[in-house]
Structures are given as C-alpha cells and as structure tokens.
C-alpha cells in the first residue's frame, strides 16, 4: 500500500541554520506530494505541493521537489526562524481511485534563538 | 484560518462513554475527512465522505461511526470509549472529488481525553 517515511525528530537547530527534512515514500500510480505544518495547538496547514515529478513546490522560503527517481520529496529551507517551530508533515495523495491522503509520521522542528 | 470548524475543541469523558464530535467543512468543500492523531500513531486516516456518501475507510474502528448530513456537516460518533480511544480528532474538507490528489483544509481539532 501507499506509505510515507519521514526522518525522526525532534530536528533542533540555531536560527538561521540550514534546514532538511527527509522524506521517501511508497506509492501505485503518480501521487501528488505535500508538506503540511502543524503549530502548537492548531490544526495542520499546507505549506507546499507537488503534483509531477521533477516539480519544485515553494512556499514562506521553504522548498521541495519532488524526484520520481529517488522517491523522495525533502523539504528545506536556507535560513529557519525561531517562528518555524513546528511539527512537518509529508504526506501523499493518489489521482485515482477513492483514497484520502496518506501521512507520514511528522518531524519536530525546533529552532532556537 | 481554515475555514473548517471543529466542536467541541476539548472533550473528557469516562471509559464506556459515547461522544460526538462534529466538523463544518469550508463553504462549498463537498468532502469531509477524520483523522485521528496520536502519540503514537501518528496521523490516522480513519473515514471519508462525498456529498453525504461514503467514499472511503481507513483503520476506523467498528465502535466509531460517522455521517455527512444534506448540509454537508459531518459527525463522528464514537462510542464504547477505551483509555486508547484518547488522541486529537482533526476534520479535513476539500473542494474536488475525492481521489483528486487535491490537498486537505484542516479544522484545529477535537482533543478528547478519556479517563
């Protein structure tokens, strides 16, 4: 079945460090990729997609692409803030048939001053 | 903010209980998702409707159930409740068909605590 793999956390950086969340996953058919971002005490938010391969989604300086080759769609970003913060998602979605997304297991993010 | 709405946004209740939590999707999004996230588990799909029927099931549970009214709200009723059933309950909606690969609006959630 489908499945997302995310690199285990907490991730704990300086401000202004550069960032890399990994991120592999597992699918049948062509699946559109997504980071999601969760804040403490909110709901998940999209920070990004993909749809094709070769894509580069971006978003607030965060960036991924997505690479059919290696199955893998990292997400990074040049220089983190204090306000980045936050629990990242990396989840995929099928273009057919009756699925709802698939996540992976999240990766906290801390970045302090 | 989303636009989805989640009530209540804190629940307690006791082992053997049965709860309802309800989700307002966004204006005009025809698909609602629950998920259920826990410590451990991570982010679970459990149940997906269309337009007030049925599209999908993931690892729900058979002492949960949910609906999607005419109006388009959705409740997840959860009943028998365990020590185990404790975790955060997230309701997405979307505007395309289900299947799309179209991405997810999430409510801020329902945390349920059971004691």
């Known amino acids: 079945g489908d499945s997302v793999t995310q690199m285990e956390g907490p991730v704990t950086l300086s401000e202004e460090a550069f960032l890399t969340i990994n991120c592999t996953y597992t699918?049948?058919?062509?699946?559109?990729l997504f980071w999601y971002v969760q804040y403490p005490g909110e709901g998940l938010q999209l920070l990004l997609k993909?749809?094709?391969?070769?894509d580069k989604g971006s978003n607030k300086g965060f960036e991924a692409t997505y690479r059919k080759e290696t199955t893998s769609f990292h997400l990074e970003k040049g220089s983190v803030q204090v306000s980045d913060s936050a629990v990242y998602f990396c989840?995929?979605?099928?273009?057919?048939?009756?699925?709802?997304?698939?996540f992976g297991s999240g990766t906290r993010l801390q970045v302090q001053p | 903010d989303s636009g989805v709405t989640q009530t209540p946004k804190h629940l307690i209740t006791a082992t053997g209980q049965r709860v309802t939590l309800r989700c307002s999707p966004r204006?005009?999004?025809?698909?609602v998702y629950w998920y259920q996230q826990s410590l451990d588990q991570g982010l679970q799909f459990l149940i997906q409707?269309?337009?007030?029927?049925?599209?999908a099931k993931g690892n729900i549970l058979e002492r949960f159930s949910a609906q999607q009214f005419p109006d388009l709200h959705s409740e997840l009723n959860l009943s028998s409740l365990e020590l185990g059933d404790s975790a955060l309950y997230f309701c997405?909606?979307?505007?395309?068909?289900?299947?799309?690969?179209?991405?997810?609006?999430f409510g801020n959630g329902t945390r349920l605590t059971v004691t």
């Open positions: 997405a909606s979307s505007g395309e068909v289900p299947g799309s690969g179209s991405p997810l609006h």
């Open positions: 699918a049948t058919g062509y699946p559109s």
């Open positions: 993909a749809t094709k391969a070769d």
């Open positions: 989840a995929l979605g099928i273009n057919t048939g009756r699925r709802a997304l698939t």
């Open positions: 204006s005009g999004d025809l698909s």
């Open positions: 409707y269309y337009n007030g029927e049925e599209r």
